[in-house]
């Protein structure tokens, strides 16, 4: 367990080397300043402040699947943190804010990107479906990611309108 931090007490830090020995440097020494003490104690308690709040928040099965992680040798098993949901990956959040249960925006979404190119279905599929990264289709289109920006606002665009449209 880590001391608690006293900031009144800024002579002296104590700290533990990468070989497992502890050291303590003093004020003055190898021009170690008293606000170079108060940093690395404010640090400490940060870090030990976000340790506490992240081992309270955290859920028993997420830890469990996290230590299952990173003993595995088995290169098939997955990330826990890839499996967390980005929803601004969510195409039916992005067009439906508020229709979040709406049993049949999927239905009207699939008729909408029907009506795109086929161009403009494969990136849909591959952001949305496939979950690619925006630099990485770039990278395989041999294009720049604000090209890919640009061409995913405007498809989303043009599937607001479409869906405006059958709604009318």
């Known amino acids: 367990m880590a001391k608690k931090w006293n900031p009144k007490d800024t002579t002296s830090y104590t700290y533990e080397s990468v070989d497992g020995s502890k050291r303590t440097i003093h004020v003055g020494e ?3 300043t008293e606000e170079m003490i108060l940093f690395l104690k404010a640090s400490d308690n940060r870090m030990s402040l976000q340790d506490r709040y992240q081992e309270k928040h955290t859920s028993y099965d ?3 699947a996290m230590d299952r992680f990173c003993c595995s040798p088995d290169p098939d098993v997955l990330c826990p943190l890839d499996q967390i949901p980005d929803p601004a990956a969510d ?3 992005i067009l439906f804010p508020e229709e979040t249960d709406d049993p049949q925006m999927i239905e009207k979404l699939c008729v909408a990107i029907e009506k795109l190119t086929m ?3 494969e990136l849909v599929d591959a952001l949305y479906h496939t979950r690619k990264k925006i ?3 770039a ?3 041999n294009v720049t990611s604000g090209a890919i ?3 995913r606002r405007k498809i989303l665009a043009r599937l ?3 869906l405006e449209e059958n709604n009318t």
């Open 30 to 32: 190898d021009g170690v």
């Open 62 to 64: 997420f830890r469990n």
């Open 91 to 93: 195409i039916t959040r």
């Open 119 to 121: 161009e403009q279905k």
């Open 135 to 137: 630099m990485e289709i």
């Open 139 to 141: 990278r395989e289109q």
């Open 149 to 151: 920006q640009n061409r």
């Open 160 to 162: 607001r309108k479409i």
